[in-house]
């Protein structure tokens, strides 16, 4: 089951999109409505709030005054806390159970509007932003019968769209009309959003194309490989010592393959066996593998890891776990630090790069074509430079 959040600012157009996504398949939780539910008369939900704002906050036929409660907490920081610690816990346990009553290959879309603020965005597997220019918005929720100081209030006391993006796989601007923006909703599900759900639904990530593809460095890679982080940390835990940003696109201005590559350090590798299936439902599949093993360490059995991908089609990304302390792990971080400080090594290895990707048929043959140039050049100059510099793989 694929889950995506929905998130946006107030008047951004999140319900047009929520909407062309329940069109084209998807089953839609809206968070607004669900936070209606959960206070509802008769619910241990309106009790809490009675409790803590008083009755006054009731309507004439018993329901809660939503422009009352609205009134209070948007001049209280403090009150608005209190309401949210109400209405959100039960919002998200009747998402959950709505969540798992659906299908095992559904597309689940939850609207929240809250998710960068609430942190909520690693527990999913894509979340998508939905961006208009603010005068825009402000236009939008005029139209609505707001005042204009009261709409710039509401959105103030959201987070910001560069808030929203960063916590965000995909971002949708919305300010070129319903239509456009309809169109750009459904190239994503086609696109992506579908892909991924089979991807997942057969328990497979997406594989790095087999053709050749080599950019220039893109000032994005950092923010996916956060993404991804985030959701190994929330399935892991303490028992991923580290999680780094390694390989090519974690160096500045280093032309790459656009994959993600990331090393996971473990104390054993029984570890993440025993974390493969709370792996797979966030999305990441893998097996065993053997990195080539380099000068001074011939063992195979040291260059043990476990390797993974994600099933995201928009990002696609290699993970390697290994163990703390094994050359693997050591020569990953060392080879990333040295490029990232030494010009001419950088120079050197994008030169070098450049030679055998021009060589190369396949991205398989690639790989392999590079690995002379890392036990004659990478690995003796990268050990070199950590002599010099008293460098040594951190431990947290």
């Known amino acids: 089951m694929l889950r995506v959040a929905l998130t946006g600012g107030i008047g951004a157009g999140k319900s047009t999109v929520a909407a062309k996504l329940a069109q084209l398949g998807a089953r839609v939780i809206d968070a607004d409505a669900l936070s209606r539910e959960v206070v509802a008369p008769n619910t241990d939900g309106l009790a809490a709030v009675i409790s803590r704002f008083g009755p006054a906050v009731l309507a004439a036929d018993g329901t809660l005054d939503r422009a009352r409660i609205a009134e209070i907490v948007f001049n209280d920081a403090g009150a608005r806390a209190e309401l949210e610690a109400i209405i959100h816990p039960r919002v998200r346990q009747r998402a959950r159970e709505i969540t798992a009553a659906q299908a095992a290959d559904a597309i689940v879309?939850?609207?929240?509007p809250l998710l960068a603020e609430t942190g909520q965005a690693p527990g999913f597997h894509?979340?998508?932003?939905?961006?208009?220019?603010?005068?825009?918005?402000?236009?939008?929720?005029?139209?609505?019968g707001l005042d204009r100081t009261d709409a710039a209030r509401r959105i103030d006391a959201q987070a910001s769209d560069a808030e929203r993006r960063e916590a965000c796989d995909v971002v949708l601007f919305n300010r070129d009309g319903v239509e456009e923006l309809e169109r750009r909703v459904s190239l994503l599900w086609d696109e992506r959003i579908v892909p991924f759900n089979e991807n997942l639904h057969a328990e497979r990530a997406e594989s790095r194309p087999e053709k050749l593809q080599y950019v220039e460095s893109d000032p994005a890679w950092p923010r996916r490989f956060e993404h991804l982080a985030a959701r190994l940390r929330r399935v892991m835990g303490p028992s991923a010592v580290r999680i780094d940003h390694v390989g090519s696109t974690a160096v500045f201005d280093l032309p790459a393959k656009d994959v993600i590559d990331i090393q996971v350090t473990v104390v054993s590798l029984h570890i993440v066996d025993a974390f493969a299936d709370a792996l797979g439902n966030a999305g990441f599949f893998g097996r065993v593998l053997m990195d080539s093993p380099k000068p001074e360490h011939p063992n195979p059995a040291d260059w043990e890891k476990r390797f993974y991908g994600y099933a995201d089609p928009g990002n696609i990304a290699q993970i390697h776990f290994r163990p703390i302390d094994s050359p693997g792990q050591r020569f990953a971080l060392?080879?990333?630090d040295w490029l990232r400080a030494d010009a001419q090594g950088r120079a050197d290895y994008a030169e070098a790069k450049g030679v055998l990707a021009a060589k190369a048929d396949s991205t398989s043959?690639?790989?392999?074509?590079?690995e002379p140039w890392f036990d004659h050049e990478g690995w003796?100059?990268?050990?070199?430079?950590?002599?010099?510099?008293?460098?040594?793989?951190?431990?947290?």
């Open 380 to 396: 003796p100059r990268a050990n070199r430079w950590a002599r010099e510099t008293g460098w040594h793989p951190p431990v947290c």
């Open 365 to 370: 043959a690639y790989a392999e074509a590079k």
């Open 126 to 144: 894509l979340n998508i932003d939905v961006e208009a220019p603010r005068e825009l918005r402000l236009e939008r929720l005029e139209q609505r």
């Open 334 to 336: 060392l080879f990333r």
């Open 109 to 112: 879309v939850q609207d929240i």
